[in-house]
């Protein structure tokens, strides 16, 4: 079997269409035509029905089509990583990052491993802040030197260990009714419109379980993916939310009040790592630097939750 009839296939399955097909690959539509009729003989079995005027494939195909995209993905990884080492060399940190902690944790340990690294030579970083599939997706085809993710998928295939576990902080704008309470009862926060994360975040699934045994429902006015929108919308008087600490202590010096909840919903995060690969002495050391700008963030945090 030759790559081409790979090629054809792939192209296919994303086209449903021999001439759109051909369009993606640059080559005549008899070229695909051709192409499809070697690969079905090589493989002894139909791939596609033509419907309409559209090839639908077959459910072998979905099932090849599953190991397509592994192989192009890999791919994918191994020209990414030519670039890189083309570019910059071997002296680079790539991380992959869920927003939570992405959008203001990492740019400060970033600036706490600059310092930390003083005269050295400044590695290559490359920081992306990705949906927690895409940071698992990057760290198993090794692209990521490792990631942080929040708990919500399968670590099948990863080596992993939590990075951080809180307590979820309720947040509210200045001057909001709960902001004179050090601790909000599960009673105080259904009366108050309510930010919600997504029904399939974790932490959201917990807080409604454990509001569910006590027979109250949350006023949901917004619900988002994103712990930062929560506390923006917050700042802004839209209602109050439950996120996690570090995300809340990004908005905490622009008036953003947070108080704790009597009922303990955690928050995790995980630190993912490709399975079996080494660490390089520059990911290893970002890592520990890491680790002390999270010690640093909880106490900080503690001081505006007094």
């Known amino acids: 079997m030759r790559f081409a009839e790979i090629e054809t296939f792939r192209a296919l399955m994303r086209s449903s269409s021999t001439r759109k097909a051909a369009a993606l690959l640059h080559v005549t539509q008899p070229a695909i035509s051709q192409s499809l009729k070697r690969l079905e003989t090589q493989a002894g079995m139909q791939l596609f029905q033509r419907t309409g005027g559209r090839l ?42 869920y927003p939570a902690f992405g959008l203001g944790f990492m740019p400060r340990a970033l600036e706490r491993f600059k310092a930390h690294r003083g005269a050295s030579a400044w590695p290559q970083v490359s920081l992306q802040v990705l949906s927690s599939k895409d940071v698992r997706d990057r760290v198993s085809m090794g692209i990521s ?4 993710m929040a708990d ?26 709960l902001a004179r309470f050090k601790s909000i009862e599960p009673e105080q926060l259904v009366e108050a419109p309510f930010l919600a994360l997504n029904p399939e975040d974790p932490s959201h699934r917990r807080l409604e379980a454990a509001l569910a045994q006590k027979s109250l429902a949350l006023r949901m006015v917004v619900q988002t993916p994103y712990a930062a929108s929560v506390c923006e ?3 802004r008087g839209l209602g109050v939310g439950l996120v996690n600490p570090i995300t809340a202590l990004d908005y905490a010096e622009r008036g953003l009040v947070a108080r704790k909840l009597s009922v303990d919903i955690s928050f995790a995060c995980i630190l993912a790592l490709p399975a079996g690969k080494v660490l390089s002495s520059t990911a290893r050391d970002f890592l520990s630097v890491m680790r002390q700008q999270l010690a640093d963030d909880e106490k900080r945090m503690q001081r505006y939750l007094r």
């Open 152 to 177: 919500e998928l399968s670590l099948e295939g990863l080596e992993h260990s939590t990075f951080a576990h809180f307590p979820g902080v309720v947040v509210m704008p200045q001057g909001h009714a």
């Open 233 to 235: 919308m917050a700042l």
């Open 56 to 97: 639908v494939p077959t459910p072998e195909a979905r099932a090849l089509w599953v190991e397509v995209e592994r192989v192009f993905i890999g791919m994918d990884a191994i020209e990414h990583r030519m670039r890189s080492l083309r570019d910059f060399g071997t002296n680079q940190l790539e991380l992959s990052c």
């Open 145 to 148: 030197d490792f990631g942080l």
